[in-house]
């Protein structure tokens, strides 16, 4: 078990640019969530996968956002023509069935947009 | 919608003991847990509670009353490396799965 693995964990591109982004959760989670979060707010929910199926989107993800996980192991987080705005930490976390646990984090992929 | 508030900074002295509330607002309750987050790294899970009363979990102590919205983080024995954020959240009414986190407290561990 090598935890949730995020990559790259640094991207800097230009407007307008498109960014995909992976994480490989631990394997044997299968429910994957991504979160953005920015300097001093908490993490901010985007969507949630059960397996393969995307279950959960928050109103907040434009469509400039898709995320996908095929075969229900790594999941792939892609921002069309990005915006300034979109300059934050992305992180994506893993967790087994049940209320209890908790989620384990990735360490993150921090987009800067220029 | 839901909504947590917790302050934005605790100071304390090493070997202290601090509490960090959390108060919430959600139309569904479905749990509080407590995320711990170092300058620059990954949040860390450290307690969930459901149901009402104390979880304890070596130095780290996690309370909840329901009827008060309420919450708090304990910890006992400060130590320096406990210097970070510290975020409760809570589980959407919207969704089954997503956390709303709060805005986290920065604490300061001095020695």
């Known amino acids: 078990d090598t935890g949730v693995s995020q990559d790259p964990r640094h991207k800097i591109t230009k407007r307008g640019q498109n960014v995909t982004f992976r994480c490989d959760p631990i394997s044997e989670h299968n429910r994957l969530y991504w979160y953005r979060q920015t300097l001093g707010q908490g993490p901010e929910f985007l969507t949630y996968?059960?397996?393969?199926?995307?279950?959960?989107k928050s109103r907040l993800l434009s469509d400039r956002f898709s995320a996908e996980r095929p075969k229900g192991s790594f999941s792939t987080l892609e921002i069309q023509r990005t915006e300034q705005g979109d300059s934050a930490m992305y992180l994506c976390?893993?967790?087994?069935?049940?209320?209890?646990?908790?989620?384990?984090f990735g360490s993150g992929t921090r987009l800067t947009v220029v | 919608g839901q909504s947590l508030e917790q302050p934005s900074e605790v100071t304390a002295v090493e070997g202290a003991i601090v509490q960090i509330n959390c108060t919430y607002q959600t139309s569904g309750f479905y749990g509080l847990s407590w995320y711990q987050q170092h300058d620059g790294g990954a949040p860390t899970f450290l307690s969930y509670?459901?149901?009402?009363g104390l979880e304890e979990t070596g130095r780290f102590s996690s309370f909840l009353s329901r009827s008060d919205s309420y919450g708090y983080l304990l910890l006992q024995e400060l130590q320096m490396k406990d210097s970070a954020s510290y975020f409760c959240?809570?589980?959407?009414?919207?969704?089954?799965?997503?956390?709303?986190f709060g805005s986290g407290t920065q604490l300061t561990v001095l020695p």
């Open positions: 959240a809570v589980r959407s009414p919207r969704g089954a799965r997503q956390l709303t």
């Open positions: 509670n459901a149901l009402d």
């Open positions: 996968f059960q397996n393969e199926a995307q279950l959960e």
């Open positions: 976390a893993s967790s087994p069935a049940g209320d209890t646990y908790g989620y384990t």
